[in-house]
């Protein structure tokens, strides 16, 4: 077995790890960070071609070598999912994603108190365990911009400093400064979308993207190349920390990437405090990486997977999990999705970056008065593409023929050939609410290449606040697809209750020891010397993608280690 030392080790160098690897090596920090997959090169995207990439499995997680199993409830038998969209590379999710990069609203972040005050504690559903952050928007907004920043994001700010801005989205939070770069130039469905909710009194924008719409930091502006969501980016412009942090993360000399990398177990002594990591290598040798501070960051289902596998007589139930909450509290989001044709028209959707080209906002979270529609929370609205790639192989594979239109022979040929150029998709990721049922546990029959037991998912988004949402989104994204003119609108079938996209929770944040998994500086408060960062932390979801919050928390985690934990070890208050 071999064995090294450092200051910091980091489980899993994605799009929070990296940042925590770059920003905690520039303060004068060791750091060796493990990633289980390949750290790949601009190089390596730059063939276009989506017969080809539809046979990698470097980029995300190989289902049958790294299974993730789910069933709807703890009485039934669970079963592999045979989609993993995140990452498995250096870099994570943010090497492939759609880049949109969203910060919350201030209500998302206290989502169960702003709920009790405005509709009464009996709106929210009784086996809900919706709860609030311990931290605020405005005490994150700084790493929000700085985020912004170090990364590059396209966009219109809509409130600077409590004042609305025109062409932005007026419902967003305050910021304190423009976005480092103008807006994406929309494309033939973006101005579609734009035309159809003003039509309906709606305020659109352009969605923001951590893709840079002009030359930024010695990086290419984007070519539009449609090669995007589900890509990794030919010439850097996506802002993926591939391409931004861990270059500055090498440039300190005080870091280390260790590819190909299986951790298997976080090491922790009979103090509980943890004292590094196990993993295995790619040639099937087990080593060691002893560690000050050990942080993990890989998506949510390996962050509660590595605590449950690393139990141990102080840790009977898992690693800092003495509140017992370790895998509680899972939350996706809910796709509801109408499509939208034209007989007059061609909107080649898979041109340009692909998710969630505009929205609007009016429907997302609480910026709405929920007191008849029988639920809480909310969604942006969204105009994006088919499938969970943008290319045109994948846009044709997910157009869903409407109800009456065969899937196969003649009719399916002469509905695609007259639609696949003329169609796009109205988007709503709903806002799912923690349940006391929905949860990560250890697979006790289904094992991974390592011998591992997989992590399993307990999950049925089928229950009356969620399904009264969808439908209410279903029928907003109906409207406006009559608003933009299209000649045939029908709804997306919705899944059977598996966990949709942007996972999070698992190692719930709070303000109580009892109650949750990490502090809100994603310190665990069983053993100090652990961070736990990523979405399995969140206490509630927003109807945004997380990815940028996830961000904006690696910083203000890195910030309270460099400036306050290496100075003064132990709990952060």
């Known amino acids: 077995m071999a064995t090294e030392r450092t200051d910091v080790v980091i489980v899993g160098v994605g799009a929070a790890g990296a940042i925590l690897a770059a920003e905690l090596a520039e303060a004068g920090m060791g750091v060796i960070g493990l990633e289980r997959g390949p750290r790949h ?18 980029t995300r997680p190989n289902p049958k070598r790294q299974p993730v199993t789910w069933r709807p409830n703890a ?61 605020s928007y405005a005490e994150l907004e700084p790493y929000y911009d700085k985020a912004e920043y170090d990364l590059g994001v396209s966009g219109k700010a809509g409130n600077i400093n409590g004042q609305i801005v025109e062409g932005g989205n007026p419902f967003e939070a305050p910021r304190k400064r423009e976005f480092p770069l103008p807006p994406l130039t929309a494309d033939q469905s973006g101005r579609l979308f734009e035309e159809g909710a003003k039509n309906l009194g709606y305020k659109p924008f352009a969605s923001p993207h951590a893709i840079i719409s002009r030359d930024y930091k010695g990086r290419a502006a984007c070519t539009y190349c449609g090669f995007c969501q589900g890509f990794g980016c030919y010439n850097g412009a996506k802002s993926s920390t591939l391409v931004t942090h861990l270059p500055e993360a090498d440039a300190t000399g005080n870091f280390r990437l260790i590819t190909l990398a299986m951790v298997y177990r976080v090491n922790s002594d009979n103090s509980g405090r943890v004292t590094g990591v196990s993993y295995y290598g790619p040639d099937g040798s087990d080593n060691t990486i002893e560690a000050e501070i050990v942080i993990l960051a890989p998506f949510v289902y390996d962050n509660t997977r590595l605590l449950l596998l690393s139990k141990t007589a102080k840790f009977p139930n898992g690693l800092a999990n003495s509140s017992g909450q370790v895998g509680k509290h899972f939350m996706a989001h ?15 959707n898979y041109m340009g970056p692909n998710a969630q080209k505009h929205s609007f906002d009016e429907f997302n979270g609480d910026n709405f008065d929920h007191t008849d529609v029988g639920f809480i929370r909310g969604s942006n609205i969204a105009v994006a593409t088919a499938g969970l790639e943008g290319g045109p192989i994948a846009s044709a594979f997910g157009l869903v023929p409407p109800p009456g239109t065969p899937t196969w022979g003649a009719a399916y040929r002469d509905f695609f050939s007259k639609y696949f ?25 289904v094992k991974d290449a390592w011998g591992l037991p997989a992590p399993r998912v307990t999950y049925d988004w089928h229950r009356p606040n969620e399904e009264k949402q969808v439908a209410y989104m279903q029928e907003k994204l109906m409207e406006l697809g009559n608003a933009m003119g299209a000649t045939h609108i029908w709804r997306a079938p919705l899944s059977a209750g598996q966990p949709g996209p942007h996972p999070q929770g698992g ?10 998994v990490v502090n809100k500086y994603s310190q665990s408060w069983d053993a100090p010397n652990l961070f736990i960062v990523g979405s399995s932390t969140n206490p509630s979801m927003s109807g945004f993608n997380p990815t940028l919050t996830i961000q904006a928390l690696a910083y203000y985690t890195a910030d309270a280690i460099a400036n306050r934990y290496r100075k003064s070890p132990g709990p952060l208050v």
């Open 41 to 58: 090169v601009q190089a390596d995207f730059k063939a276009m071609d989506e017969l080809r990439f539809f046979q990698r499995q470097d």
């Open 75 to 135: 009485n039934a038998r669970a079963t592999p999912l045979r989609v993993l969209n995140y990452g498995n590379q250096a870099g994570g999710g943010s090497v492939h994603y759609g880049a949109v990069s969203w910060r919350f609203h201030e209500d998302d972040f206290r989502a169960r108190s702003q709920t009790v005050e405005r509709y009464g504690a009996s709106s929210i559903p009784q086996d809900s365990t919706l709860a609030d952050w311990p931290l």
């Open 334 to 348: 809910v796709a509801a999705r109408v499509f939208a044709a034209f007989d007059d028209r061609y909107v080649n």
């Open 421 to 445: 150029a003329r169609h796009l998709v109205l988007l709503s990721e709903t806002e799912n609410l923690p349940y006391e049922g929905h949860t990560i546990d250890l697979d006790p029959d």
């Open 507 to 516: 190692t719930r944040m709070g303000d109580n020891p009892r109650t949750s």
